[in-house]
């Protein structure tokens, strides 16, 4: 069975960090690109950021100074380190998987991916 399992969601206070973790099983992540995600309360799944199988990376502009995406194959798992956390970063964040298909996709885009995982809730409060 091909799974996702994202990790390291919680409670934080402004200015702080998380780093969430998405960990693959059932496939080896090696030939797909991950995508990260996340949905505000009354808000659409919106993307966050994406690492792709070829290496290249992609931050929305909301989140470029502050979140860093990466990859270690070795564990088979994609990170997202999130710093300057403020309170409109609360939101259930997801990762998702995009197997490569040698053609360009829009990896901001829910739509390109087809497998994702259950969702980290992160809040950011004092």
């Known amino acids: 069975q091909l799974q996702l399992v994202e990790s390291g969601g919680g409670l934080v206070q402004p200015g702080g960090s998380l780093r969430l973790s998405c960990a693959a099983s059932?496939?080896?992540?090696?030939?797909?690109?991950i995508g990260w995600f996340r949905q505000r309360l009354g808000k659409e799944r919106e993307g966050i950021s994406c690492?792709?199988?070829?290496?290249?990376?992609w931050l929305d502009d909301s989140v470029k100074d502050r979140f860093t995406i990466s990859r270690d194959s070795a564990k088979n798992t994609v990170f997202l380190q999130m710093s300057s956390l403020g309170p409109e970063d609360t939101a259930n964040y997801y990762c998702?998987?995009?197997?490569?298909?040698?053609?360009?996709?829009?990896?901001?885009?829910?739509?390109?991916?087809?497998?994702w995982g259950q969702g980290a809730l992160v809040t950011v409060s004092v």
């Open positions: 690492d792709s199988y070829s290496g290249s990376r």
């Open positions: 059932g496939f080896t992540l090696d030939q797909y690109s």
């Open positions: 998702a998987a995009h197997q490569a298909t040698g053609y360009a996709y829009a990896c901001w885009d829910p739509d390109e991916y087809d497998i």
